[in-house]
């Protein structure tokens, strides 16, 4: 008998553990851009914007799988903090659907991962590379619903990650040509493009939204590509129009619970804590976070990694980025932790741990 007060002692605290690390939510569905895309775009024909070929993914998956990096990215992270798998790219999933050719077949429980690299909130961005509009993601999301491979309880009770932007801002600097719009003009539009985003997933049932500002996209070694942009230093242009979204996507994310009852919006830090992170290599075990580790040209940022006469470097952990556009796995890793666990500083009104386990109401 002396030892069960203990017993019961260890069984509470046990029990406490298990329940801060089983989340509530144990589905995310995933859009946007490169920074989340596991591989969808290797399923599709003529796309011009792959990473199906190494060095990607040699740190982790020691195979490319279509991620940008040299490994995990956040969304890959935010699932085993979670404790689920891995997303499947939709492209897989969906061909897997057609083989099988009957409605009513679930997907799998943990979500689906629609992100395309090279895409943007804008339609026209980069769509001479055949990649996925967010637009057309959302619809992919929409024919899942329409044709019942999606629970209606996993629909309310999932998590929505959307990260996307970046290649309008870089397009508008590196292809000029594209657009009449004035930069003013130009953000407008891909902020309505977003709005009608939250608009549309609303809708059809999301509830725990996260939308990620755009990073400094002046400082990736990718620069180099764009007229005029300095190599010494960061593009001050080019940043500002980031911040200039940024102002306005916080506002649009602060509103959510006011427009769409029962919803919540979350924002993570993203352009602040690139900036932190860069400003303070040593501390966070950077040695580079000027130059992609692997690329070729100034910054390493003129060649695609694995593109001919490329260039590597020995340790990826130590450089910010992996790529000329993308960050390495490590600094990823850096961010999932961030968005998280962290404070406002970081993601703001709540991390992802406590979206992932607070009750909402319709859900």
């Not at 569905?29 to 290797?42: L, Y």
């Not at 002046?218 to 620069?223: K, M, S, T, W």
Request: charged share 15%.
């Amino acid at each position: 008998m002396g030892r069960l007060p203990h017993l019961i002692l260890f069984l509470g605290i046990y029990l406490a553990v298990l329940a801060l690390v089983d989340a509530n939510v144990k589905s995310v569905f995933v859009f946007g851009d490169s920074q989340f895309d596991p591989g969808n775009n290797k399923y599709i024909k003529d796309c011009g914007v792959q990473a199906n070929f190494t060095p990607y993914g040699s740190s982790f998956f020691h195979t490319p799988t279509g991620r940008f990096t040299n490994g995990r990215t956040v969304v890959d992270f935010i699932a085993q903090y979670m404790g689920i798998k891995f997303q499947k790219p939709f492209q897989e999933v969906h061909q897997r659907l057609q083989k099988r050719s009957r409605k009513g077949i679930l997907i799998p429980a943990n979500g689906i991962n629609f992100a395309s690299a090279g895409s943007g909130l804008l339609p026209t961005t980069n769509d001479y590379e055949k990649v996925t509009t967010i637009q057309v993601q959302l619809q992919q999301f929409q024919g899942l619903i329409k044709h019942n491979h999606l629970h209606k309880k996993q629909i309310a009770k999932s998590i929505y990650l959307v990260a996307s932007g970046s290649n309008d801002i870089f397009s508008y600097y590196f292809l000029p040509q594209t657009t009449n719009l004035t930069k003013q003009e130009y953000v407008h539009a891909m902020l309505q493009e977003t709005s009608n985003f939250v608009d549309k997933i609303y809708k059809l049932g999301a509830r725990r939204i996260a939308i990620f500002p755009i990073g400094p996209m002046g400082c990736i070694p990718g620069r180099v590509l764009i007229n005029k942009a300095p190599i010494n230093r960061c593009s001050g242009i080019v940043n500002n129009m980031c911040k200039y979204y940024n102002v306005g996507l916080k506002r649009l994310i602060s509103s959510i619970p006011r427009k769409y009852p029962g919803a919540i919006g979350v924002c993570g830090e993203v352009y602040n804590n690139v900036q932190k992170l860069r400003a303070n290599p040593k501390l966070y075990g950077f040695s580079n976070v000027s130059e992609a580790c692997c690329g070729g040209g100034p910054l390493n940022g003129m060649l695609q990694c694995g593109s001919p006469n490329y260039k590597l470097c020995k340790n990826p952990n130590e450089y910010f980025y992996w790529d000329f556009f993308h960050p390495s796995e490590r600094t990823y890793r850096l961010f999932a932790k961030m968005l998280w666990a962290g404070g406002k500083k970081e993601i703001w009104p709540i991390n992802l741990k406590t979206l992932a386990h607070i009750t909402l109401p319709f859900s």
